[in-house]
């Protein structure tokens, strides 16, 4: 079973960063796309970067030159160093690992808060 821990969120004042990571652990191809996804109270969860095994990145445009996304293949982690962070970044952060097997797999971490105090 393939499941995602993410670990990094906290509370912090406007203008401060925070890096989140994810590991992932059981059986999936080495070929995936790990990414981090928020949710604000109230609102749909949102793409917020996402790397694939090749390399690949993909930003959201609300966080372009804030946020950068990396991960160590050799260990199945995903990182999210985020920066200049703003109140509305506030929410829920989710790890999802995305992969082929027969069909397509979507596989969601628990999620870990982020506060930012303005």
């Known amino acids: 079973q393939v499941q995602l821990v993410e670990s990094g969120g906290g509370l912090v004042q406007a203008g401060g960063s925070l890096n989140l990571s994810c590991a992932a652990s059981?059986?999936?191809?080495?070929?995936?796309?790990m990414g981090w996804y928020h949710q604000a109270p109230g609102k749909q969860r949102e793409l917020v970067a996402s790397?694939?095994?090749?390399?690949?990145?993909n930003y959201a445009d609300f966080v372009k030159g804030r946020v950068t996304i990396s991960r160590d293949n050799a260990k199945n982690t995903v990182f999210l160093q985020m920066n200049s962070l703003k109140p509305e970044d506030t929410g829920v952060y989710y790890c999802?690992?995305?992969?082929?097997?027969?069909?397509?797999?979507?596989?969601w971490g628990q999620g870990t808060q982020v506060t930012v105090s303005s």
């Open positions: 790397l694939t095994s090749g390399g690949t990145t």
């Open positions: 999802n690992l995305e992969y082929r097997f027969f069909s397509r797999r979507h596989v």
């Open positions: 059981g059986s999936f191809p080495s070929t995936n796309t």
